[in-house]
Structure formats: C-alpha cells, structure tokens
C-alpha cells in the first residue's frame, strides 16, 4: 500500500511543478499542459488497485510520451498495429485484411523469430530518438523505456522469454556517446514492470553477453544490402554458457532493413540459443 500512496505524492508534485514550470514539447518545442484526460489516465494508471478501466494500448503509449511531448505532436504518433508481416512486423499499408508475411520475408526468411515495434518511425518519433541519442537527453530513457515495455506487454507473453538483451555498440562509440541507448531502455524493466504488470523475474536483462567487436561505419547511409556485408561478424559472444537453450529478445531503438539484428541473431543461434525475437522502439516503413 505505502508504495502506491508514495507513487500518488509524487505524481502530484509532479503535477503542482508542471503549472509553474509547464513542460516544453521536444518536436515543436511549444509549451504545453498536459491535458485533463491525460492527466486522469496517468493516475489510473498509476494506480493498479484502482477501480477505473485499463487504459487502451494506444493511451498507455501516449502515457508515456505525454510529459514530453504537446498533445498535438503526441495525436500525430502512429502505433504498429495490424495487419503486419507475421515474421519481420511491417505494418501493411491495407488496413483490412489478416497479418501475413511480407515479401521479403518469403523471399529471403530471417534469423530470428519475430521483430516488432512501439511505433512507426515518422517525423515525431525520429525527432525524440535523435533528443535521446544525439543531444544528450538521457531523461527520455525513462518514458522510452516504459513505451517498450508497454508494447513488449501487447505482443509477448512475458514466459516465452527468458532473456533481455541490447544491441551492443563498439567500445570506441561507447566512449564518445558516453551510454548505449539500447541498454537505457531496458535498464528500468524490472521496477516498471513490478509498478504496472507485475513481477518481471526470472527474464534476465544482461547486457555483456552480446558485444560488438569491429566498429562499422554508420548504417544510415547504406542500403539493404550493403548494410548486411557492413555488420557481418561485427558482433562477438561473452560468457556464452549463460546463453544455451535460452529464449533470447533483442532490443534496439529503430529497425530498419533487419541487418544489424538479423546478423546478432544468427551468432546467438550459431551460440546455443534457442529463439531470438527482436523488439524495438520504432519501425521503418
Ligand atoms: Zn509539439
Ligand atoms: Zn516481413
């Protein structure tokens, strides 16, 4: 009971700064207040044991971004949903219609099991991720990390993992950008997860067992192919013991050809491990 009456307090100062010290949207950089409605979806779902109704999936995504961004910039945030590729997790640009695989999933097939993200990768979301890698903006791991674990709650029964890991960044790049965004994300799972759906053990999160060995030039400008020859065996396996049998999920910020994920997959298969499924923040189409 006393964590959730502390939970309370500190979501009304929360609140009391926010009329003094409105926040600033990070997109269009307006300021704003949250709006009644969201303010009222924040405390039922700050409140587990409480009587109102569980807030849609779409709410609950916008939950998490709503201290951070206005709410028309929130209003303009699009969910994955289906119909999607079955394996890779496109969305298909028909909205009717049953999830099935997409044609490069039937031409060329994939090493990991299923991938799939929070949100597609548009004009809003792009803007917050390059806030969180690029301009130092470390706060927004927090609201981030609770949007993955939303969507990791929708499209996963959390006993069909076993183990949580990031896509690693070289030690050089580590160095000079100071955190691995994919790490950030995940490094709160066990807390959130024990706040809004309960206990999250025995899923490990474990952030040294996949490490990236050769620094790659950056994937952006590359296209599908050149980026699979550009990440082969870029990664390598740390204390690979811990890896046999497990059924593993990977984690990175944007998916984008599949390459960078797909090339981890096939070593921690390559390792012993027995499923691989991805999830990440945002998904390009
Ligand atoms: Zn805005
Ligand atoms: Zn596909």
Redesign the pocket.
Known sequence: MLPVISHYFSRLYQILQETVFPPK??????F?RISDQGRNEIFAESDPDGHGRPPSLQTQLEISLATC??????AELVRVESPLCDCCGIPFKSRQGQDHYCGACLAAGNNFGIARAALVYDR?ITKVIHCFKYRGKIQLAGPLGELLLTAFMFFWDKDSIDMILPVPLHPGRFRRRGFNQAYLLIRNWPEMAARRFGDLAPIRVERNVLIRKTPTAPQTALGRAQRAVNIKNAFDLNREEVLVNKRVLLIDDVYTTGATVNECARLLLSGGVRQVDVLTLARAI
């Open positions: 949207c990070l997109v269009c950089e307006t704003f961004l206005c709410p028309h910039c929130l809003i």
